[in-house]
């Protein structure tokens, strides 16, 4: 099998296109700061209120994947992601 410089290029603009953009890391780190805060003033392990995974989802689209906490860890995290652009 012989890549040459053109598919080499195809396959990093494929890998590219998974990693989160900046605002995304930046929601990602807030609502990591909440849920940490939250986590520890409740006494209980962060990944309860939301999974690293869960807080990628989040990060990306708040309005589409909050329907996957339950109420409570919605109400813990309030969305702090809308506050970073």
Not at 12 to 33: C, S
Not at 44 to 51: F, H, K, M, N, V
Not at 65 to 83: H, S, V
Request: hydrophobic share 40%; charged share 35%; no cysteine.
């Amino acid at each position: 099998m012989n890549l040459d410089d053109d598919d080499d290029s195809v396959f990093e603009r494929a890998l590219r296109a998974d990693l989160p953009t900046l605002a995304e890391q930046k929601r990602f780190l807030a609502i990591r700061q909440v849920r940490d805060k939250k986590a520890a003033e409740l006494q209980i392990d962060a990944t309860l209120i939301a999974s690293r995974s869960t807080m990628v989802l989040l990060s990306q689209d708040w309005d589409k994947y909050k329907t996957d906490l339950m109420r409570w860890q919605r109400e813990l995290l309030e969305n702090p992601a809308e506050k970073v652009q």
